[in-house]
């Protein structure tokens, strides 16, 4: 009898296991799809992903500045491998059509879209990573309960759009919005934003009724009196046009404007121009690897 147990036990093992995979089998279609999310589809913009998650990795949010296409994140993306990524296309910006952002407003509509991206894809916790308007858009997605980012990274902008050109949202937001008629409700004004966009590499062939539209609003917001209800960690890199380990008036700047926000980390990269992630590739990946870890 105790020769013939053993087998017992085995046989009982192997029914219950093999009537455990036949009842999933039946069942997991009629479970609830919240780990088979359906393909996201917009009139706005379009997510592609890259990479797998390790089981340390995050999902990392990238979002280009004016103009520019997920290209421009292309010296960053080797070294943040066991993340997974999730990189934004804006219609009209980088040789894309404009789709919905023809017309009417943008940067509202883009979080919107963002934001059900998240939530679309059950992904919880994001880093979201934004470079310029990028980063505009990454703190107005961050002022967002819904998204519940785990940090907000902000590469080379100021919460007050206006501030990057030295005005303010009351003085230069009216001026660009005056000027917006003229740069795209003329053939001139027209042809003079297509050559300002077609000098520098990332905006050839974008949309400049988007462009139009992105400096008007971008230079009309001023995030300052909302950054105290961010409760995500905020790092804000300025691009230094000298060396970053020395206090600048640049790195003032930058403290003053992030003042309000609660959780800020201030850091600086340099020397450096606007875009960074082409000017100190290195410098900027090792940075941002030490934020994600």
Request: hydrophobic share 40%; with cysteine.
């Amino acid at each position: 009898m105790a020769e013939t147990t053993p087998t017992i036990e085995y046989s009982r093992r192997h029914i219950i296991r093999l009537g455990a995979n036949v009842i999933a089998g039946c069942l997991l279609p009629w479970l609830p799809k919240a780990a088979q999310a359906a393909p996201f589809t917009s009139q706005r913009l379009t997510i592609t992903t890259r990479g797998l998650r390790s089981a340390q990795g995050k999902d990392i949010i990238l979002i280009p500045g004016l103009a520019s296409g997920p290209a421009v994140w292309s010296p960053l993306l080797s070294q943040l491998d066991g993340h997974r990524l999730h990189l934004v296309q804006i219609n009209g910006f980088a040789k894309s059509p404009a789709g919905a952002n023809a017309t009417g407003p943008l940067l509202a509509p883009l979080s919107d879209e963002v934001a059900r991206y998240i939530s679309s894809q059950n992904i919880h916790s994001p880093i979201i990573l934004g470079h310029s308007m990028g980063g505009t858009l990454a703190m107005m997605l961050g002022l967002r309960t819904s998204v519940c980012a785990s940090q907000i990274i902000v590469i080379d902008m100021l919460p007050d759009g206006s501030a990057m050109v030295g005005g303010t949202a009351q003085g230069f937001g009216y001026l660009a919005g005056q000027l917006k008629g003229y740069l795209t409700g003329t053939k001139a004004g027209r042809q003079i934003l297509a050559d300002m966009v077609n000098q520098t590499p990332e905006g050839r062939n974008s949309d400049v009724r988007v462009i139009a539209q992105s400096l008007t609003e971008l230079a009309q917001t001023d995030l300052r009196p909302q950054l105290k209800r961010l409760s995500s960690p905020l790092t804000v890199i300025a691009a230094l046009p000298g060396r970053a380990d020395i206090d600048s008036a640049q790195m003032r700047r930058y403290r003053q404007a992030y003042a309000s926000a609660p959780k800020v980390k201030i850091m600086g990269v340099g020397p450096s121009g606007h875009m960074v992630m082409h000017d100190q590739p290195q410098k900027l990946a090792d940075v941002i690897r030490k934020l994600i870890e």
